[in-house]
């Protein structure tokens, strides 16, 4: 199974930036949907974007605008620009990888990085 190590998290005060790294251990992207997911304290895991293998790109209607999802193929990599930073962007980001098909490849979660905006 793929592993995904997530990197960039930190504190930032509100309207400032961040950038977050996830990268993969094999070359998946062509196999998997990749997404960007965070769960603030006390409330459930949510989508924030994702990228699918054909390089399709959705965002969660609270960060269109402001973040941005990519990859880099050759680096085995996939990113989160995060600009216009708001304090209840606060919560610790998941890296995932969800195979296509499921039962072959399987849903992979990197370990998260926090990200802490204050006012």
């Known amino acids: 199974q793929v592993q995904l190590v997530e990197s960039g998290g930190g504190l930032v005060q509100a309207g400032g930036s961040l950038r977050l790294s996830c990268a993969a251990s094999?070359?998946?992207?062509?196999?998997?949907?990749m997404g960007w997911y965070r769960q603030a304290p006390g409330k459930q895991r949510e989508l924030v974007a994702r990228?699918?293998?054909?390089?399709?790109?959705n965002y969660a209607d609270f960060v269109k605008g402001r973040f941005t999802i990519s990859r880099d193929n050759a680096k085995n990599t996939m990113y989160l620009q995060m600009n216009s930073l708001k304090p209840e962007d606060t919560g610790v980001y998941y890296c995932?990888?969800?195979?296509?098909?499921?039962?072959?490849?399987?849903?992979?979660w990197g370990q998260g990085t926090q990200v802490t905006v204050s006012s």
């Open positions: 995932n990888a969800y195979g296509i098909p499921l039962g072959r490849y399987g849903d992979s």
């Open positions: 094999i070359s998946i992207f062509s196999t998997h949907v």
């Open positions: 990228i699918t293998s054909g390089g399709s790109t």
